[in-house]
């Protein structure tokens, strides 16, 4: 079964602090996404990577960095938690070779940020 | 300016009726995809249907049918024969020039009733 795994369900975090997401896949893709979800906005796209070492900024990347030292793993790093950034946060990765089918999703960490 | 417009925030339909979920998109690429995902109440992102924009025929898979009107640049989600488990939160999205990266759609709720 294909799978993406976020390191967290469930995260709190005080402001300021240096926070990181996790993601990893299973599937050998070279795709790899970080998304943001907030009621009434939908996904907005943070940073996504094309292959190991390669990110780039999607359309909300303030705040937000990432690093990709292995092709199953993508994470997302806050340097300095703030308020706003309390949002649901979804990883997903697809296949270059297979853009036309869908972006494979791990089950998303809520973080709160206080 | 690339965009995916859902303008139903909220729906109830009939268990065992079909029902139609709203879905424009705004985009000068020649090429692009059109994806549909459900989110319940878990949070994960389940893939349903995928459209191509060069596709002649509109997508099935199963009781999803999606309603391809590239000149209105609509893409509407059919689900028919409603069930229980149907009730979630469904996302449109477009994937630009086949990107892989999706833009989406603020969400529709879809209530279910018995």
């Known amino acids: 079964d294909v799978k993406v795994t976020q390191s967290s369900r469930y995260l709190v975090k005080r402001t300021g602090e240096k926070v990181f997401l996790e993601c990893v896949q299973d599937?050998?893709?070279?795709?790899m996404f970080w998304y943001r979800q907030d009621p009434g906005l939908g996904l907005r796209l943070i940073y996504f990577?094309?292959?190991?070492?390669?990110?780039e900024k999607g359309d909300i990347p303030e705040g937000y960095s990432v690093s990709r030292e292995k092709k199953e793993r993508f994470s997302l790093i806050l340097e300095s938690a703030s308020t706003n950034q309390t949002s649901m946060y979804l990883c997903?990765?697809?296949?270059?070779?297979?853009?036309?089918?869908?972006?494979?999703f791990g089950q998303g960490t809520r973080l709160t940020v206080v | 300016a690339q965009k995916i417009t859902q303008t139903q925030p909220g729906m109830f339909v009939q268990e065992k009726e079909a029902v139609t979920l709203d879905c424009t998109y705004d985009?000068?690429?020649?090429?692009?995809?059109l994806f549909w995902y459900k989110q319940p109440s878990s949070g994960e992102m389940i893939f349903l249907i995928y459209?191509?924009?060069?596709?002649?025929q509109n997508a099935t898979e199963g009781r999803y049918s999606l309603n391809f009107q590239k000149a209105r640049k609509s893409a509407n989600l059919v689900i028919s024969a409603s069930q229980l488990g149907d009730s979630a939160m469904y996302f449109c999205?477009?994937?630009?020039?086949?990107?892989?990266?999706?833009?989406f759609g603020q969400g529709t709720t879809l209530q279910v009733k018995p």
């Open positions: 997903a990765s697809s296949s270059p070779d297979r853009m036309n089918t869908e972006a494979f």
């Open positions: 990577s094309y292959d190991v070492k390669m990110k």
């Open positions: 599937m050998d893709h070279e795709n």
């Open positions: 459209q191509g924009s060069y596709d002649q």
């Open positions: 999205a477009m994937s630009p020039s086949n990107t892989g990266k999706l833009i």
């Open positions: 985009t000068s690429d020649p090429s692009y995809g």
